[in-house]
C-alpha cells in the first residue's frame, strides 16, 4: 500500500508541471510574466489563481479549488422544444460550471484568492468581458447538466451513440458520480489550448459538433 501511495504521489507530481506548461501564456495564464494579453494579476505563480495544495474549496469535487463558488447561483439554463434532455438549475450547479464560473461570471476574477501565496501579489483588477463573458444566464449557451446516455440517444434520433462520443472526444468526455453527464469539460480542455477555445478537439468543419 505504501509503494501504491509513493507512486500516485510522484505521478500527480510530474503532471503538475505539463499542466502548467500546457496553460502557460493562455488567457487561462493570469500570472504577471503571462504573455496571453488577457487578464493578468501581479503574482508570479501560474496554478495559483485557480488551485491550492491545501483547504480548497470542495464544492462539486473541485480540485483543490483556490477560489470562491459560493454565491454564484445560475438564474436560467438552456431549454428548448427540441431538448430531450432535462437539465435545471440545480442539475447544472452541480456540475463543474460553478468551477468555470468562479472567473467566468462577470464579477468573481477580482475577489481575493482563498489561499494567496505566501510571497504575496494581486489578483486581476477588471472582470471578464466580451465573449469569454458568460454570466449566470445559461440560456444562450449549450445545455450541460444532463445524462447523456444510451436512452437519450435513442429517444432524440439525432445524436450520437455514447460509444462514438467517447471514440471521438475521449473516453472521460463524461463526468457527474455516474460519468454519463455533459460537462463544461465535455468539451473543453482548460489546461489546452490547442484548439481555441480550449477545445478538446478542432472544430473545423463542426467536428467538435458533429462528434455528438
Partial sequence: MKKVWVMLVVMALAATPAMAAGIRNTKHDLSQSSQSGGKTGTIGQICVYCHTPHGGASANGAPLWNRSTTNINISKVYNTSTLNAAPNATSVEATDAIL??????????????????????????????????????????????????????????????????????????????????MWCSSCHDVHNDTYKPFLRISNANSKLCLSC
Avoid: R
Fill in 100 to 181: 468555470c464560473l468562479s472567473c467566468h461570471d462577470g464579477a468573481s476574477l477580482t475577489k481575493p484568492l482563498t489561499n494567496p501565496p505566501n510571497a504575496g501579489g494581486n489578483v486581476p483588477t477588471t472582470n471578464i468581458t466580451g465573449s469569454a463573458l458568460i454570466g449566470t444566464d445559461l440560456s444562450n449557451d449549450h445545455p450541460i447538466g444532463f445524462v447523456y446516455d444510451d436512452a437519450l440517444v435513442n429517444n432524440d434520433k439525432e445524436l450520437e451513440s455514447v460509444t462514438n462520443v467517447q471514440n471521438a472526444l475521449g473516453t472521460d468526455v463524461f463526468f457527474g458520480a455516474g460519468k454519463n453527464e
